[in-house]
């Protein structure tokens, strides 16, 4: 991991990510953190600016990272963040996300899904209620579907070896009996084999509402953070895709890192 982007508008929830973010690659050895900022305005480059070396030097006064400053003049927030993404070859975009106010998800954090959405790079998300703590535990969430070919395995790899996290991997379906069907077992063996070096560890889960067994599951074991793989007809996609399951993504206290396949 070489670059991280945190978009930052000044908001609260902004500034707990871009805080977040600097404890988490505090350590990280050659990795820049880039504090990225949009526009509409001419007139607001300088007071930009401004705000944006302030925010530098406060973040590295209290960590030895190193820092730098984009911004841009932009009408689409979305779209110069996914640019400068891809511009910079980032690793790894971190966001914040709020749950306080309809009106604060609709701005920023109905921003932050779309982001997630792009396949610029993989998007962290960071809710308001989430205290930076070294990542222990990882869940990984599957739906078991030709797992072979639809997990993006560099970039979680990546990830993975660069925090060195215990991975437990989790599959949740209503329809779950006392033993594994014979495709399931062999998406269970797939799945294995191209994470053998992390000693995954697997869970099945009877549940009808896979929000709700997420959460359960990550707070009986302590889990520190959650890969989603964001693909077609993946019972994960509803985390973003729907109303009524946004509820992981906007009340959990866990971040979230969406990976696209």
């Given at each position: 991991?070489?670059?991280?982007?945190?978009?930052?508008?000044?908001?609260?929830?902004?500034?707990?990510?871009?805080r977040?973010?600097?404890?988490?690659?505090?350590?990280?050895?050659?990795?820049?953190?880039?504090?990225y900022?949009?526009?509409?305005?001419?007139?607001?480059?300088?007071?930009?600016?401004?705000?944006?070396?302030?925010?530098?030097?406060?973040?590295?006064?209290?960590?030895?990272?190193?820092?730098?400053?984009?911004?841009h003049?932009e009408?689409?927030?979305v779209?110069g963040?996914?640019?400068a993404?891809?511009h910079?070859?980032?690793?790894?975009?971190?966001?914040?996300?709020?749950?306080?106010?309809?009106?604060a998800?609709?701005?920023?954090?109905?921003?932050t899904?779309?982001?997630?959405?792009?396949?610029a790079?993989?998007?962290l998300?960071i809710?308001?209620?989430?205290?930076?703590?070294?990542?222990?535990?990882?869940?990984?969430?599957?739906?078991?579907?030709?797992?072979?070919?639809t997990?993006?395995?560099?970039p979680?790899?990546?990830?993975?070896?660069?925090?060195?996290?215990?991975l437990?991997i989790?599959?949740?379906?209503?329809?779950?009996?006392i033993?594994?069907t014979?495709?399931?077992?062999k998406?269970?063996?797939?799945?294995?084999n191209?994470?053998?070096?992390y000693r995954?560890e697997?869970?099945f889960?009877?549940l009808?509402?896979?929000?709700?067994?997420?959460?359960?599951f990550?707070?009986?074991?302590d889990?520190?953070?959650i890969?989603?793989?964001?693909?077609?007809?993946?019972?994960m996609e509803?985390?973003?895709?729907?109303?009524?399951?946004?509820?992981?993504?906007?009340?959990?206290n866990?971040?979230?890192l969406?990976?696209?396949?």
């Open positions: 991991m070489t670059t991280v982007i945190v978009p930052v508008d000044f908001s609260e929830t902004s500034l707990h990510a871009a977040y973010a600097a404890q988490l690659i505090t350590g990280q050895y050659g990795v820049t953190l880039v504090l900022h949009s526009y509409s305005k001419t007139s607001e480059a300088e007071a930009t600016q401004k705000n944006l070396d302030e925010l530098k030097a406060e973040l590295m006064s209290n960590a030895p990272i190193k820092v730098e400053t984009l911004a003049q009408d689409d927030f779209a963040l996914e640019r993404a891809r910079r070859r980032a690793d790894l975009v971190i966001m914040g996300i709020t749950g306080k106010s309809a009106i998800q609709v701005l920023f954090g109905s921003n899904l779309k982001m997630a959405e792009t396949k790079c993989p998007v998300i809710p308001e209620a989430a205290n930076f703590k070294p990542i222990k535990n990882v869940m990984l969430t599957s739906d078991f579907k030709n797992t072979h070919n997990t993006p395995s560099v979680i790899k990546h990830f993975l070896d660069t925090f060195r996290p215990q437990h989790v599959n949740v379906d209503k329809d779950h009996y033993s594994l014979d495709n399931y077992e998406e269970k063996q797939d799945l294995r191209l994470f053998a070096d995954p697997f869970y889960m009877r009808f509402d896979v929000d709700e067994a997420i959460n359960l990550a707070q009986e074991r889990i520190d953070l890969i989603a793989v964001q693909k077609n007809h993946s019972f509803r985390l973003f895709k729907t109303s009524r399951s946004k509820t992981l993504a906007y009340h959990s866990m971040p979230i969406v990976i696209h396949e």
